[in-house]
């Protein structure tokens, strides 16, 4: 058997075009425009190309960009302050502060210090604790974009047996209960549990998410399986030069193709989506402000 690709790169440009869509509309019928104010503290290279691929993308599809670059040596007091200028800031419906931090800084506190109804990475307490409850909240991005993969593979995913391999608060624990929510049986397994492969070899769903480089093979996979592969893991890769690297996941791509029914590639699956949903977050957060319609298939 040969799997189904899940190409996240085309399902994050049609998640984009919708935003855009509702975007341009909400500009046309109520003269609002979503805004998005992204915070980066620092100068880590990695979180610099991520904010301005944000930035990039949130004005594509016709939202505002605010974009606030602070010094390493910022302090807590005035980064809280920020926050504070933002929450209150009728403009500004989504605030995401760049992780990681550096280390004098306090993340937990930074984010809880956001207005829930501005977190549009879904980290604050209260939104951790409403999704738990089965409440509306804001839910992190990378599960939302997985969920809408699924959702769109799968249609219903009702009854099926789903493993979520990682326990992190940003993709297992988020990613298992909006799961539940769907109406999965659900597992949630990781690095230390027993008979790990005897347990994903049962689900109609894995979900790696363990930041493990390609640890799940071929043979833990059920035939059929959906596999959505979370993982992004740099490599060695000398056929393409010295010094040269490649990114993996945290499958075995081409064994686990062999016999899964449909799988995400890395890169290229789950990576795209991340972006795509904090657009579509940015959008439902303006929406329940203004209390207007959420737009249709872009919410768990």
């Known amino acids: 058997?040969?799997?189904?690709?899940?190409?996240?790169?085309?399902?994050?440009?049609?998640?984009?075009?919708?935003?855009?869509?509702?975007?341009?509309?909400?500009?046309d019928e109520h003269g609002l425009t979503p805004g998005l104010a992204v915070v980066l503290v620092g100068e880590d290279p990695a979180s610099q190309v991520y904010v301005r691929n944000k930035g990039k993308q949130t004005a594509e599809v016709g939202m505002?960009?605010?974009?606030?670059?602070?010094?390493?040596?910022?302090?807590q007091a005035d980064l809280l302050a920020l926050i504070d200028s933002l929450n209150a800031d009728p403009g500004v419906h989504g605030i995401l502060v760049q992780l990681p931090l550096p280390g004098h800084l306090d993340e937990d506190l930074v984010i809880n210090a956001i207005a829930p109804e501005k977190d549009v990475d879904g980290f604050h307490i209260l939104n951790v604790g409403r999704l738990g409850t089965g409440q509306k909240s804001m839910v992190p991005c990378t599960p939302l974009g997985c969920l809408m993969m699924l959702r769109a593979h799968h249609g219903s995913l009702s009854g099926l047996d789903a493993v979520v391999i990682g326990r992190s608060n940003i993709v297992g624990k988020p990613m298992a209960q909006l799961l539940l929510g769907d109406s999965c049986t659900v597992t949630i397994a990781h690095s230390r549990t027993k008979d790990l492969p005897q347990i994903v070899r049962r689900a109609d769903i894995v979900i790696a998410a363990?930041?493990?480089?390609?640890?799940?093979?071929?043979?833990?996979?059920?035939?059929?399986?959906?596999?959505?592969?979370?993982g992004i893991n740099?490599?060695?890769?000398?056929?393409?030069?010295?010094?040269?690297?490649?990114l993996v996941g945290d499958c075995h791509f081409d064994s686990c193709a062999e016999t899964a029914g449909a799988i995400t590639p890395v890169p290229g699956g789950v990576g795209p989506m991340t972006i795509a949903c904090l657009l579509a977050n940015t959008l439902t957060a303006c929406c329940r402000a203004n209390s207007l319609?959420?737009?249709?298939?872009l919410t768990a």
Not at 1 to 27: N, P, S, W, Y
Not at 234 to 246: F, L, N, Q, S, Y
């Open 210 to 230: 363990v930041g493990r480089t390609e640890m799940v093979p071929g043979d833990w996979i059920k035939p059929g399986a959906t596999v959505i592969d979370v």
């Open 64 to 75: 505002n960009s605010i974009e606030h670059k602070l010094s390493a040596k910022t302090s």
């Open 234 to 246: 740099r490599i060695d890769a000398p056929e393409k030069g010295e010094g040269k690297t490649r």
């Open 1 to 27: 058997m040969t799997a189904q690709i899940i190409d996240g790169k085309a399902f994050a440009a049609e998640v984009r075009g919708k935003v855009a869509t509702h975007v341009a509309r909400l500009r």
């Open 293 to 297: 319609p959420e737009p249709e298939g």
